[in-house]
């Protein structure tokens, strides 16, 4: 029962680790961007969330209407402004100045708000949980949480084949010249994908905030656990992102049960493993060669 | 004088670059209302690099290429297309991620009006209406090559531009390919072929241009040219 236990709040966990995910793996797709600042965007996202609940005293799940409008919009910007002039036939220059935004971001962030923990406290939400026989207990957080992992790429997986948008998506992903000549404009495109992308960045990073003790310094630790879940799932394929978070999140809960401090190294074996059996990742979007 | 409302599409001493490479050393070239132009030259005489400098995937300068008597030379790609010009690129170029009627349905992007529905170019392709759900990649060469038309098509161009539509087919496909040209053109669709093949071409076209190394070294009705006209423009002995 205990191991049950431990595998329910791992996967409820693999959900966080999927929102941080799908944006880097939504971006890579579309634009073969690999954005390294994307870990501090999900913390910029909590700090935003932090200013908001502060300021307002708004209930953290409220502040999302605006937090999530805005971190799109800084999206398309960044996108428009930055990130767009640096896509080519060289994949250095994305690397590098994503890079440089990932320690502006932390620098900014420091500065700001200081080099402090800090928490969204979300009241009786923390707490609240069903439970099931008699010692297994599914808090409604991480429930609400994974679901909205779940209904977050179902609607991105209707984006991407059920509309004009995600068909245009597909078609710069494969060959954005062409796609030009059909009347995209790939700059546009790009950064509608870029603000898609934050917009679900500015979830996780408040889910994330709510969970755990945030500061300015934590975003690589999350960019690699969002590595980890898009390579573990497969390159391209969102479901598969799903199933890496999965994955991840129940490595590690079983991990912790073995040892207090093998929580985080269990996730990493994990992701280890799957690459030496599978280098492509479990799910591979099956066109690309 | 080119740039009156008859002339659809004119270039004015059009150059075009790879880097350093000089490609295109001054091309004039006009193409009226409704006529069906060929160019033809050997390999690498810059056909499809001027094709591709008038829809805007190489640079050009503003006055360098004109549409409809305005100019376009320094517009980007998607504004082009928006603009009535299409391509039925070199290689055909289908998205492999799309299906064939998605790729279809790509074509009518920037939502022009016009002629071109789906289900006329169905009518056009009755194969692509059969196969529409399978990746476009997964088609024959010439069920691609009437994917990329009728894509093209989508756009409701004024001008179809075509780079080598017989590239790679069996002479009975090409002949079923070209058979759709005046379909295209009773729509008044102007038209723009690009052909190794000199043959094919001088059978559609109402005026031929012949390029030979980044120039135009010959133009004239197919009726006006002789064959050793053709061959030296052709070839340049
Ligand atoms: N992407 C490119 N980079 C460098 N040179 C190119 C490129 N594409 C074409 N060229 C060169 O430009 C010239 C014209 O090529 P192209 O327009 O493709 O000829 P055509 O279509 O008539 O066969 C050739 O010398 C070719 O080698
Ligand atoms: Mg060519």
């Not at chain 1, 191991?3 to 797709?29: E, K, M, N, P, R």
């Not at chain 1, 209407?65 to 036939?89: C, D, E, F, K, S």
């Not at chain 2, 059969?130 to 691609?144: D, H, I, W």
């Amino acid at each position: 029962m205990e191991w049950l236990d431990a595998i329910i709040q791992g996967v409820l966990l693999g959900g966080l680790y999927a929102l941080f995910a799908t944006g880097l793996s939504l971006i890579f797709g579309v634009m073969r961007l690999v954005n390294i600042a994307h870990g501090d965007l999900i913390v910029l996202a909590a700090f935003l969330g932090l200013a908001m609940v502060n300021g307002t005293g708004v209930h953290p799940l409220i502040s999302l209407v605006v937090i999530v409008p805005v971190m799109a919009a800084i999206g398309y910007a960044l996108q428009r402004g930055i990130l767009n002039l640096t896509l080519g036939r060289d994949i250095l220059p994305p690397l590098l100045v994503t890079f440089g935004l990932s320690i502006i971001i932390q620098n900014v962030l420091l500065e700001v708000f200081s080099a402090d923990t800090q928490r969204l406290k979300a009241g009786a939400l923390e707490t609240a949980s069903i439970a099931i026989g008699e010692q297994i207990a599914i808090g409604w957080f991480p429930l609400i949480v994974f679901l909205s992992a779940v209904g977050v790429i179902a609607a991105l997986q209707l984006v991407l084949f059920r509309t004009r948008l995600g068909t245009a998506f597909r078609a710069t992903s494969d060959d954005h010249e062409t796609a030009a000549l059909m009347g995209i404009d790939n700059r546009h495109v790009f950064a509608l994908a870029m603000a898609l992308a934050l917009a679900v960045v500015a979830l996780a990073g408040t889910f994330m905030a709510i969970r755990t003790n945030f500061s300015p310094a934590i975003g690589p630790a999350r960019l690699l656990y969002a590595f980890e879940a898009v390579i573990i799932g497969g390159l391209g394929s969102l479901w598969g992102t799903l199933a890496g978070g999965v994955i991840l999140g129940v490595a590690q809960a079983i991990g912790a049960k073995f040892h207090p401090g093998g929580q985080i190294l269990a996730g990493h074996v994990a992701f280890l493993i799957v690459l030496v059996l599978r280098p492509n990742g479990l799910f591979p979007r099956t066109r690309d060669r | 004088m080119s740039g009156t409302p008859e002339t659809v599409l004119a270039t004015h001493e059009l150059t075009a670059f790879y880097g350093d490479f000089q490609a295109l050393f001054g091309i004039d070239v006009h193409v009226g209302r409704g006529e069906t132009v060929a160019i033809i030259g050997a390999n690498g005489a810059g056909k499809s690099t001027f094709l591709r400098s008038v829809v805007g995937q190489l640079p050009s300068e503003r006055e360098q290429v004109t549409h409809e008597g305005k100019p376009i030379g320094h517009l980007q790609a998607h504004e082009i297309v928006r603009r009535g010009i299409a391509l039925v690129p070199e290689g055909r170029l289908l998205f492999p991620s799309l299906s064939v009627e998605e790729n279809l349905r790509l074509g009518a992007y920037g939502k022009r009006a016009g002629p071109w529905k789906i289900e006329r170019v169905h009518e056009l392709f009755p194969v692509l209406r059969e196969r529409r759900a399978t990746p476009g990649t997964a088609l024959s060469g010439g069920e691609q090559q009437m994917c990329a038309i009728g894509r093209a098509l989508m756009s409701n161009p004024t001008l179809l531009l075509c780079d080598e539509l017989s590239l790679g087919l069996a002479p009975v496909i090409i002949r079923q390919i070209y058979a759709v040209l005046p379909v295209i053109v009773s729509e008044g669709t102007t038209i723009v072929v690009v052909e190794q093949d000199i043959n094919q071409a001088l059978d559609v076209a109402d005026r031929v241009y012949c390029f030979q190394e980044g120039r135009v070294s010959l133009q004239g009705r197919p009726d006006d040219l002789s064959r050793e006209d053709v061959a030296t423009a052709y070839f340049g002995v």
